[in-house]
C-alpha cells in the first residue's frame, strides 16, 4: 500500500505539474457543454411498442398490425396490464405504448367513433414527437381503409359526412416539452469523461516511454497491477471532478432534471470509467510514442461516440449496426446517464447497462494486464 501511495503521490505531482493539461482538463467540460447542445435530431425508425390490447377483436389487431407494416415500429411485447407496459417503458425496454380500449371495434361499427392511447417517452427529445406524429397518420390511414371497406357507417360520427373517427391521444413522458437539451447534455456529460479517461490515460502512460522514466520504473519492486493503479487512479478521480463540473453547468445553465439517486449515478460513471481508462492503457501498451497513441485513440473515440446515438439516433442505423451497437459503452452509458437523469430510474432498472459496462471494465482490465510486459508480475 506504501508503495501505491508514493507512486500515486508521484502522478499527482506530474499532473498538476503540466499546466497545459490542467487547463485542458478543466476547461474542457466548460466549453464542450456550452457548444455542443446545438448538435440537431435526426428522423427515425424501428421504434420500440408495447401495445395493450382491451379490445381482442379483428379491428384492434388490424390496426397492432398495421402499425408494424410500415417499418416504423416494432412490436417487443403485447402487456396483459397497464403495470407490466408501464415496467417496460421505465426500464428503456420500449420507447412508446399503444393502448386499444375496450369496445374499440364495437364503438367503430356503431359509429361513435374511437380513441386509441399513446403513451410516448420523450426522454429522446424531438424523436417522440415523431412517433406521436407516425401514429396519427397511421391511425389516420386505418380509418379510410374501414370507410373504404365499409365496414364502418359514415357520417354519423363526424357530422360533417366524413367517416367515423379513429383518433390517438397522445401523452409524452419524461420530457413533455421536447425540450432537445435534455436530450443531448447527458451524452455530453459521458463524451467528457471518455476523453478524459480514454485519451489522458493512453498520452500519459506513453510519456513515460519517451522520457525514458519506464526503464526506471522497471527495477523498482512493484507489480505491473500496482503500477497500472498509480496511472490510472489520478484520472479517475479527474473524471469524477469533470463529471461533477458538467453536472453543475447543465444543471445551472439547461435546467437539466435530477431526478434519480445521485449515488446510482456516480456508480454507472464509476464503473464505465474503469474500462475507458484500462482501455487507454491499452492503448498505450501498443504505442511507443504519443503521436502514435494519438491515431487509434482518435479513430476508437469517435468510433464509438457516432455509434452511441448521442448525435444520430440508434434506430435510424442498419440492424447490423445496431446489434454491434451492444457492445458499445459509450451507448449504455449514455442511456444510463439519460435514464437516471431524466426518468429517474433505479439500479436495478439499469440491469441490463450495469452487466454490459461490467464486462467492458472486466475485459479491458484482464487485456490491459495481460499487455503490460515491462513490469513484473
Request: hydrophobic content about 55%.
Amino acid at each position: 500500500m506504501r508503495k501505491l501511495v508514493i507512486l500515486l503521490k508521484k502522478e499527482f505531482l506530474q499532473i498538476f505539474r503540466d499546466k497545459f493539461m490542467l487547463r485542458v482538463l478543466l476547461l474542457l467540460p466548460i466549453v464542450q457543454l456550452l457548444v455542443l447542445p446545438l448538435a440537431a435530431d435526426n428522423d427515425m425508425k424501428n421504434f420500440r411498442m408495447a401495445v395493450i390490447d382491451r379490445d381482442g377483436t379483428q379491428f384492434s389487431r388490424r390496426l397492432i398490425t398495421k402499425l408494424q407494416a410500415g417499418g416504423y415500429f416494432t412490436l417487443v411485447r403485447s402487456a396483459a396490464a397497464w403495470a407490466e407496459a408501464e415496467r417496460m417503458i421505465e426500464c428503456g425496454e420500449v420507447d412508446l405504448i399503444v393502448e386499444v380500449p375496450d369496445r374499440f371495434e364495437r364503438n367503430l361499427v356503431m359509429g361513435d367513433g374511437a380513441e386509441v392511447a399513446v403513451h410516448v417517452s420523450a426522454i429522446n427529445g424531438l424523436s417522440a414527437g415523431v412517433a406521436a406524429g407516425y401514429v396519427n397518420s397511421i391511425a389516420g390511414e386505418f380509418q379510410a381503409e374501414l370507410a373504404a371497406e365499409r365496414l364502418v357507417p359514415l357520417g354519423s360520427a363526424t357530422g360533417d359526412g366524413g367517416t367515423v373517427r379513429v383518433e390517438t391521444v397522445v401523452q409524452e413522458w419524461y420530457n413533455p416539452r421536447f425540450d432537445y437539451k435534455t436530450v443531448i447534455v447527458p451524452g455530453i456529460l459521458a463524451l467528457l469523461i471518455t476523453i478524459a479517461g480514454l485519451s489522458m490515460t493512453a498520452l500519459n502512460s506513453v510519456k513515460e516511454k519517451e522520457r525514458g522514466t519506464i526503464e526506471q520504473l522497471n527495477v523498482t519492486p512493484m507489480s505491473r497491477t500496482r503500477y497500472m493503479l498509480a496511472k490510472m487512479i489520478p484520472f479517475f478521480v479527474i473524471g469524477l471532478v469533470q463529471f461533477t463540473i458538467g453536472l453543475v453547468i447543465a444543471r445551472l445553465v439547461y435546467d437539466l432534471p435530477l431526478l434519480g439517486g445521485l449515488g446510482v449515478l456516480y456508480g454507472i460513471v464509476a464503473l464505465y470509467l474503469v474500462g475507458v481508462l484500462c482501455l487507454g492503457f491499452v492503448i498505450a501498451n501498443f504505442s511507443d510514442t504519443q503521436v502514435q497513441a494519438i491515431f487509434p485513440t482518435f479513430f476508437i473515440m469517435t468510433l464509438l461516440i457516432l455509434m452511441s446515438g448521442l448525435f444520430t439516433p440508434v434506430e435510424s442505423m442498419p440492424v447490423w449496426a445496431q446489434r454491434i451497437n451492444v457492445l458499445n459503452p459509450v451507448a449504455h452509458v449514455i442511456a444510463s446517464l439519460k435514464m437516471v437523469l431524466v426518468k429517474g430510474s433505479s439500479m436495478a432498472d439499469l440491469l441490463v447497462h450495469w452487466v454490459a459496462l461490467g464486462v467492458f471494465a472486466a475485459v479491458m482490465g484482464w487485456v490491459s494486464v495481460a499487455t503490460f510486459r515491462k513490469l513484473r508480475a
